[in-house]
């Protein structure tokens, strides 16, 4: 099967290269610049073009994985290229509906991961969201994630948005939690490398049981004393201080409510 991935970014890079990987053939790259269409197509073997120049019109299948904001207007330049294909999008917060209208065939891919170029992805890991607007595409999304080796289940675009803000708040936020952290620790000369052991611990709990009954902590505990003087400590950066507040409410909230 020909695909033509539309974007050079993070996930056209790991999606492209597992795609190949699994026998597929990447026909063209195609994004917004002409360096980076050029490079991830060096990567796999194939032509290159920016938005400007012709896009390939003999693929089955057409992937686009540009930013959400870039999305409405990509999928109008691509979904001319070969009324019979399959045109899909990997955004986790964007209708299907994006395609209505310009494609007969369309659908979503959405990659529950995140992704970095230099990083090597084992799609094992990863679980796939589809949806399509023809039952025999979902069926042939599915067979293609499955593929990668990867679970795949279905989900609608209200779903999707669901399944994008749990993950925000699932990786996003606790990556800049890590963040703070890290800062914490280099201002007062400790190594960052140190709490690795708790934050591995911390991420393989949740894989036995509901995080709510995983949590520990000063607030988990209404640990009053240690909770001043965590207030105190944090008192020459009033945001930070006004953040650790507003978590150990939020998980003391929790304690009461949903455990």
Not at 39 to 46: E, S, V
Not at 189 to 195: H, M
Not at 218 to 246: F, G, I, K
């Amino acid at each position: 099967m020909n695909v033509v991935l539309i974007g050079a970014g993070n996930v056209a890079t790991c999606l492209g290269l597992a795609l190949q990987e699994h026998g597929y053939t990447i026909r063209q790259v195609v994004s917004k610049t002409s360096a980076s269409a050029r490079k991830l197509a060096g990567k796999l073997g194939c032509m290159s073009a920016t938005f400007s120049e012709k896009i390939a019109t003999d693929a089955e299948l057409y992937i686009v994985a540009v930013s959400d904001d870039a999305l409405e207007s990509v999928t109008d330049i691509v979904s001319s290229c070969n009324p019979d294909a399959l045109f899909v999008h990997t955004a986790g917060s964007v209708s299907v509906d994006v395609w209505k209208g310009k494609a007969a065939r369309f659908g979503v891919l959405y990659p529950m991961q995140t992704f970095t170029k230099s990083h090597p992805v084992d799609f094992s890991e990863v679980s796939f969201f589809i949806e399509a607007n023809k039952e025999q595409d979902v069926s042939f999304l599915q067979t293609l994630a499955e593929r990668l080796g990867s679970k795949v289940y279905r989900a609608t675009s209200e779903q999707r948005r669901v399944l994008h803000i749990a993950a925000v708040f699932a990786c996003n936020f606790t990556n800049h939690m890590y963040a703070i952290a890290s800062r914490l620790m280099e201002k007062h000369d400790l190594p960052f490398a140190s709490l690795l052991p708790l934050i591995d611990e911390t991420a393989r709990k949740v894989h036995d049981v509901l995080p709510v009954e995983a949590q520990t902590g000063p607030a988990s505990r209404d640990d009053n004393n240690v909770l001043t003087s965590h207030r105190e400590m944090l008192a020459d950066e009033p945001e930070l201080a006004e953040l650790y507040e507003r978590i150990s409410r939020d998980i003391q909230y929790y304690e009461h409510n949903y455990k």
